[in-house]
């Protein structure tokens, strides 16, 4: 991350932090779903391959679907409060939910716990409103592509680095290590970042339901389209995501190293996400983030669809380098546009919508994607995510060029 003043300013020094803060929450909360499983049988006593199957996927589907639930809410409370507050509520408390996690005794313990940690999540939709209220207009593409960095290099480096940890301390650890690296996350944005907010000036806003806040958003056009975004974006990364290391074994056959070759398949695609975004995100400071955004869902769709026709893994592996350099434009461009076009005082509550799109994208990635692989196989689910990615290209472009209202309060992108 480069910085040109020697002096950093505030919304820099924001920026760093929530970075760091970011990267470590998505690491920690990444660190142990691939092993989720494993942990069940071998720590807490789950027996039977079907026992462990079920747990394993409703256990990982809790905190999709309460977060799913909750985030709005926390966005509501985010705009009347301010984003500090709810930054350091959802630091803090998950800090405290994953170490419990680690003296779980009983399938249901994980499960509930698991359910809290999707109530009183958003760090990331916090960090994000916050950066976007403290940025300049003119670097906001700039600071969300930075801020996007941070979250994909924290979830492709959460399974690596807990994969080490459960060889050498085990997997309970693993849960107090993830608490007291979220901890400390949170302790840093409590002392190091600063927000400005006018608390009287919220509360003199108009105090709306959840409801009435997502009906006063959507009368807003554009916000619709781009909610749609984050929501097919997360389905076409999450829906094929188990089913790919059977598909990197049918394209190989009896390959060596199948879990290495597999793991970069998944991981490849991010690492590019995370070299591109903050390319991506000052472009759309100069060129419009609407531009960055069109160009990056028409590149994101066109090499999702070559994934169904690959001869070999190495083929594979570039064309998702690819995409993910592509889908790096497509978060950022989102988030600024979102805060461009979402009237003054609702920006964290628009987030807090568009966060609960991202659960409800995995939580419909994970769950139909198998299903839909058993009638028209993963080549299939690659074809169609990539042709909803282009069909939602042009509703965006459509929504984009509508004219705002007169009575919203807009900035320029």
């Avoid at 916090?126 to 940025?135: F, P």
């Amino acid at each position: 991350m480069h910085f040109s003043k020697s002096k950093l300013e505030s919304w820099q020094i924001n920026l760093m932090v929530l970075w760091f803060g970011q990267f470590l929450v998505n690491a920690g909360t990444t660190m142990i779903v691939p092993f989720i499983a494993l942990y069940l049988s071998q720590d807490i006593g789950v027996q039977g391959e079907h026992q462990i199957a079920i747990w394993s996927g409703v256990i990982f589907a809790a905190n999709f679907v309460t977060s799913f639930i909750f985030q709005p809410l926390w966005g509501k409370l985010s705009d009347q409060y301010g984003r500090k507050v709810m930054l350091l509520r959802s630091g803090f408390g998950m800090a405290i939910v994953f170490t419990a996690m680690g003296f779980a005794t009983q399938a249901w313990h994980l499960l509930v716990l698991r359910l809290i940690n999707g109530t009183i999540s958003g760090f990331n939709p916090a960090s994000t409103s916050l950066i976007s209220s403290n940025t300049p207009k003119e670097k906001m593409g700039f600071a969300m592509g930075i801020s996007q960095s941070g979250t994909v290099a924290g979830s492709i480096l959460g399974p690596l680095i807990g994969g080490i940890m459960a060889d050498t301390v085990g997997f309970r650890y693993i849960f107090y290590i993830t608490g007291a690296c979220i901890f400390m996350a949170s302790l840093l944005a409590l002392f190091l970042v600063r927000e400005k907010f006018d608390r009287s000036a919220a509360a003199q806003m108009p105090k709306v339901s959840v409801l009435s806040g997502l009906r006063e958003l959507s009368l807003t056009p554009q916000l619709p389209a781009l909610f749609t975004v984050t929501l097919l974006l997360q389905f076409a990364m999450i829906s094929p995501m188990t089913l790919l290391p059977l598909y990197v074994q049918k394209l190989q056959g009896s390959i060596e190293n199948l879990a290495f070759w597999s793991g970069l398949v998944s991981a490849v695609t991010g690492l590019s996400n995370m070299l591109m975004a903050p390319i991506l995100g000052k472009v759309s400071d100069k060129y419009g983030a609407h531009r960055v955004l069109t160009f990056s869902l028409i590149g994101a769709g066109l090499m999702l669809i070559p994934q169904a026709f690959v001869q070999n893994v190495g083929q594979l592996i570039a064309v998702r380098f690819l995409m993910g350099l592509c889908m790096g434009g497509l978060l950022p461009s989102v988030n600024s546009l979102i805060r461009y076009y979402t009237p003054d005082g609702m920006e964290s509550r628009a987030f807090g919508f568009n966060s609960s799109t991202t659960a409800l994208g995995n939580m419909t990635g994970s769950v139909m994607g198998g299903v839909l692989a058993g009638f028209i196989g993963i080549e299939g689910l690659f074809i169609m995510s990539g042709i909803m990615l282009l069909l939602n290209m042009l509703w965006v472009r459509t929504k984009l060029y509508t004219r705002p209202t007169a009575d919203k309060h807009h900035r320029s992108a």
